[in-house]
């Protein structure tokens, strides 16, 4: 039984017409009984809560970022109205507005109750259970319960970095010699002949056509298709760092899609890996333009780990799922404690089959504060910035030495940057 405010309402004016009262002891008894049975029938007038059927109905999956409507249906098999206050519960990174409503149900009638979720957060949102308090024609007491009604809305990665895939398939056209500026092409597979302009390299003539046209002409080459791309992201403790409002696996997050977009549009087959201490998520390499869609889902349920990601089973993982040469973009942070003592022991055996690109997220925050000098604690700020920049810079060198290719930028040209990288390797057919 549910006693409302309205009944508490009541009994305290029942109070105070004891205290006004010349007789309190009798009005005392007349007061409690008016009350007492006003709230015994209104809640033997309320309406069932068990009664009640609950079904759901909307969106299961929604980018961060977008609202998510979702529909709750409400049917009456009991005897009576329903007068109700339904609560919908939703874990608080749902965002689920309103909170609560208000609604009438008529006996073996059935009503819908819209909610909307702003979630915060990617992964599954499910919700609690949903409480009914059903009052009754006077609203004083009523019939409170609760029920439970699945629902799962999984919220996938926000891919803001799409707004850049435009000027990235413009430069895949251009890699690929769809349009003029091509010259004499990039990449290493041949694709046709052209005539001889002014400026093209006289290695690329071909002698034998030459021949046969009477003209000079030279031999134009596309990249390879049907590359391999993995995609390794380190969700060890450092990808919970935040950069910005965002953490860094978001980030990371973000930009594999972009690259796995153009990769897919090129023809090359694109793998993703995720691994800190263990293998979180592995799916094989594909060339399936429904790939990104699978990847978006695996990726929405991966949150970091606070622990020391195992560079050699990272290595291992890569290794046991690429038989072939292919292009490894690792995303982690270029710190000591990870380059140095985790990924430089066991990238010999890495590079030595696959290309290797690093590419790490470089924080804003520290470059201004390496640019200031307003006062003597910002001069102390700036020395120590300037301090873990050029340790950035060491661990870029060391890396490039052996063979890697290395991407260090902010947030805002991250995932264009890293596919700049990618498109640049396919250009000179070292993927």
């Known amino acids: 039984m549910a006693i409302t405010g309205r009944a508490v309402a009541l009994a305290l004016f029942g109070v105070l017409v004891v205290l006004l009262s010349p007789a309190p002891g009798l009005t005392m008894v007349l007061v409690d009984l008016v009350v007492v049975g006003l709230v015994g029938v209104d809640l033997a007038l309320a309406g069932g809560v068990r009664t009640l059927e609950f079904t759901r109905s909307g969106a299961t999956s929604a980018r961060l970022g977008q609202p998510v409507p979702l529909v709750l249906g409400i049917a009456n098999d009991g005897a009576r109205t329903v007068r109700a206050r339904v609560r919908d519960a939703w874990p608080p990174s749902a965002g689920a507005r309103p909170r609560a409503h208000r609604v009438i149900v008529p006996a073996g009638e059935r009503r819908f109750l819209e909610t909307t979720l702003y979630p915060t957060r990617r992964g599954d949102r499910e919700p609690f259970r949903i409480t009914v308090r059903s009052l009754g024609p ?19 990665p926000p891919f803001t970095s799409r707004r850049h895939l435009p000027a990235a398939l413009a430069r895949l056209r251009e890699v690929e010699g769809e349009v003029a500026i091509r010259g004499a092409g ?19 003539i071909d002698w034998r056509g030459t021949a046969r046209r009477g003209a000079v002409v030279v031999r134009t080459f596309r990249p390879e298709r ?14 919970a760092g935040r950069v910005g409002d965002v953490p860094r696996l978001d980030h990371a997050l973000d930009a594999a899609l972009l690259l796995t977009a153009v990769a897919l549009r090129a023809g090359d087959r694109v793998g993703l890996v995720a691994h800190d201490s263990v293998p ?6 594909s060339h399936d333009h429904a790939f990104l869609a699978r990847m978006t889902d695996a990726m929405a349920r991966l949150e970091p780990a606070i622990v020391e990601a195992d560079h050699g089973g990272i290595v291992s993982t890569v290794l046991r799922e690429t038989s072939r040469r ?22 010999g055996t890495l590079t030595a089959r696959h290309t290797v690109v690093v590419a790490a997220l470089r924080d804003p925050r520290v470059d201004e504060l390496a640019a200031g000098r307003e006062d003597v604690r910002a001069v102390y700020a700036a020395a120590a910035a300037e301090q873990t920049l050029m340790r950035r810079r060491e661990l870029t060198e060391t890396l490039r030495r052996r063979g890697v290719e290395v991407v260090d930028a902010p947030p805002a040209g991250y995932a264009a940057a890293v596919t700049d ?7 000179l057919g070292r993927l």
Request: proline content about 5%; glycine content about 10%.
């Open 186 to 204: 990039a990449g290493s597979e041949f694709d046709s002949l052209r005539d001889y302009v002014i400026g093209d390299d006289v290695r690329l």
């Open 326 to 347: 292919c292009l490894v973009v690792l995303f982690t942070e270029l710190v000591p404690a990870v380059i140095e003592e985790g990924l430089l022991p066991a990238l």
């Open 421 to 427: 990288a990618y498109l640049t390797l396919k250009s």
């Open 226 to 239: 049907d590359r391999r791309v993995v995609c390794v992201l380190d969700t060890g403790r450092t990808s």
């Open 280 to 285: 979180r998520v592995t799916l094989p390499g």
């Open 138 to 156: 006077l609203g004083l007491a009523g019939r409170q319960g609760r029920h439970h009604c699945p629902w799962r809305v999984r919220v996938l």
